[in-house]
């Protein structure tokens, strides 16, 4: 029984974590028979936790994107709390989740020009991933009496993605024309927060509406985000972007216009961030270094590189597992040069369970885990 949680592990410390979420593909899963004890069931275990295990395809963030599997998949699966637009606080979500990162994504194309576009829309993707991920609250686009108003011409609802399989709704309000408006108004119990507007982007040769989008808050400009040309022609696919606003702490309503460009925009909706912990890993780099056709452990580094800067981008208490450093493209951490075994799980556990007893947590979100 060599690897069991109870041999390996010390005593359980008496903090514990109620629910903790589990998203991650063949890498977070039994596809070796060296595997016994995965690590998922360690950490839960250790927190005497209640966990959900999604197996979403952790590498589908960078190739597949909208389509099932991806941060789509993983929005659908994990949908914010329901409240009650502008009725309440927004206290931060119960439990915590940990999303692990496949490299199938660094190796599947074949030019550097792929990788270099694609790696800039893994950074979208991820980016709204973990502000999903902080939600308190979500209003698709076409909720009523959430705040939201529209304005401007050739607005319809299409479903742009074959297999949506649903997500955070499977038609996205959109419009091709410029100077078209997406006004949001903040409830008062918002202000000290940051509103996140969720927006499909379009990839090169593709449909979607897209432009470079201007936001604004209160009658000031805010940020631009430029949903045009994101994934590579031959991902066949769209990415997701988000534009978050930080609210200014002062008790009042605040207005939010996002205005389209050129080509114009799609929407998928809005929400308000009440941060909670969420530790995302890195990726592993291969033992053996077989990665085909095109990857290298100079691409996983550059991916990670990536992760770290969306992470900080959020601050505490979102956190980056560093599973490539705990691994170390050791070949006696790993089955078959790429999916971990026992050893490789046991010290990816450890390195979860350091983050969520080190984590800095207010009174409220260490409550709430």
Do not use: C
């Amino acid at each position: 029984m060599r690897g069991r949680s109870r041999r390996t592990f010390a005593p359980r410390r008496p903090a514990r974590v109620s629910a903790i979420s589990f998203y991650g593909h063949s890498f977070g899963r039994a596809t070796v028979t060296q595997t016994r004890m995965l690590y998922q069931r360690r950490v839960a275990e250790q927190l005497g936790a209640a966990h959900r295990d999604f197996h979403v395809s952790g590498s589908d963030m960078l190739d597949v994107g909208a389509a099932a599997g991806g941060f789509v998949t993983q929005m659908q699966l994990d949908e914010p709390l329901g409240r009650a637009y502008g009725a309440q606080s927004y206290p931060p979500r119960p439990g915590t989740a940990v999303w692990m990162t496949g490299i199938n994504g660094v190796q599947a194309y074949a030019t550097d020009a792929d990788w270099a576009q694609l790696k800039a829309a893994f950074v979208h993707n991820y980016r709204a991933v973990t502000s999903w991920q902080q939600l308190s609250g979500y209003w698709h686009h076409d909720e009523a009496s959430t705040g939201q108003a529209f304005a401007g011409s050739g607005w319809a609802t299409s479903n742009f993605i074959v297999g949506l399989e649903g997500g955070p709704g499977s038609n996205f309000r959109n419009t091709a024309s410029s100077g078209a408006t997406w006004t949001i108004t903040t409830s008062t119990t918002m202000a000290g927060k940051a509103a996140s507007l969720f927006f499909l982007t379009n990839r090169t040769g593709g449909a979607i509406p897209a432009s470079s989008i201007s936001i604004t808050l209160d009658g000031q400009a805010h940020s631009t985000l430029d949903t045009r040309n994101v994934n590579p022609a031959s991902t066949l696919i769209s990415g997701i972007a988000v534009a978050r606003v930080a609210l200014p702490d002062d008790g009042a309503q605040h207005t939010i216009v996002a205005t389209s460009g050129t080509g114009g925009m799609a929407l998928v909706g809005w929400g308000v961030e009440s941060p909670r912990l969420f530790i995302v890993a890195n990726v592993a780099r291969r033992s053996d270094g077989g990665y085909t056709p095109n990857g290298s452990d100079a691409k996983v580094t550059e991916l990670n590189t990536a992760i770290a800067g969306v992470v900080a981008e959020f601050g505490a208490p979102v956190y980056v597992a560093n599973i490539d450093g705990v691994l170390g493209a050791a070949a006696e951490n790993f089955a078959d040069g790429l999916h971990p075994n026992d050893k490789g799980h046991e010290l990816m556990a450890r390195e979860v369970l350091r983050i969520i007893d080190n984590a800095s947590l207010t009174a409220q979100q260490r409550g709430l885990l």
